[in-house]
C-alpha cells in the first residue's frame, strides 16, 4: 500500500507546480482528475469510506448520468446509443455494448421513440434512478470530505470558478487570433 501511495503523490504534486502556468497547472490537475474519475474501484472506496459496501459500477453511473443530460439537454431527440456515443466519448459499439448491459441489469430501458418507429429511446429505471441519486450521495459526500478543512469562503470560490470555468469551456470559440494570423 505504501508504494502505490507513494506513485500518487508526484502527479498530484506535478499538477499542483505553482512554477507551471496557470493554464498547464488547470491542464494537470483537470488530468488528475480524470485519472482519479475513472478509476473503477472509487465509487467503492468512496462507498466504502462511509461504512456501505454497495458495488456502484462507476461506468453504469458514467452511462445513467449520460442519459439524464441528452434527456434533459435534447428532449426532442431524446438519449440514443448515437448520443451514448458523443457523450461518453466511445464508439458506437462500445456504446452500445454499455447500453446492452445496463438494460440487462434492469438500469435502463429501451423505448420506441413515437416521432420515429426507427429510433430507439433510453429511459432510466427505478433502479437506474435509485443507482444515481446513491452515487450523487457518495460523490457529494467525498467532496465534502475533500473540502472539510477549508473555509466557507473558498468553498464557495471554487465553486463559482469551476462552474465559470466549465460555462466557458462549453461555449464555442472562434480559433485563437494568433492561428487566425498564420493561416492569412
Avoid: C
Avoid at 507513494?6 to 502527479?11: G, I
Avoid at 507546480?17 to 482528475?33: F, G, I, K, T
Avoid at 423505448?111 to 450521495?137: F, H, N
Wanted: glycine share 6%; proline share 3%.
Amino acid at each position: 500500500m505504501h508504494k502505490a501511495t507513494n506513485r500518487r503523490k508526484p502527479a498530484l504534486q506535478a499538477a499542483a507546480d505553482p512554477a507551471a502556468p496557470p493554464v498547464e497547472s488547470v491542464r494537470r490537475s483537470l488530468v488528475a482528475l480524470r485519472r482519479l474519475f475513472q478509476r473503477k474501484e472509487l465509487a467503492e472506496l468512496w462507498a466504502a469510506t462511509f461504512g456501505d459496501r454497495a458495488k456502484l459500477d462507476y461506468g453504469d453511473l458514467r452511462l445513467l448520468d449520460a442519459v439524464r443530460v441528452a434527456q434533459s439537454s435534447d428532449a426532442l431527440n431524446g438519449a440514443t446509443v448515437g448520443t451514448m456515443s458523443k457523450l461518453l466519448g466511445v464508439d458506437a459499439s462500445r456504446a452500445s455494448r454499455q447500453v446492452a448491459s445496463a438494460v440487462t441489469k434492469g438500469l435502463l430501458l429501451r423505448q420506441v421513440a413515437q416521432s420515429d418507429a426507427r429510433k430507439v429511446i433510453l429511459r432510466i429505471t427505478a433502479a437506474g434512478e435509485r443507482m444515481l441519486a446513491k452515487g450523487s450521495e457518495v460523490s457529494r459526500s467525498r467532496i465534502g470530505l475533500a473540502l472539510e478543512s477549508w473555509s466557507s469562503a473558498d468553498r464557495q470560490q471554487l465553486a463559482g470558478l469551476l462552474d465559470r470555468f466549465v460555462q466557458h469551456l462549453l461555449v464555442e470559440r472562434p480559433e485563437p487570433a494568433a492561428k487566425r494570423n498564420r493561416n492569412a
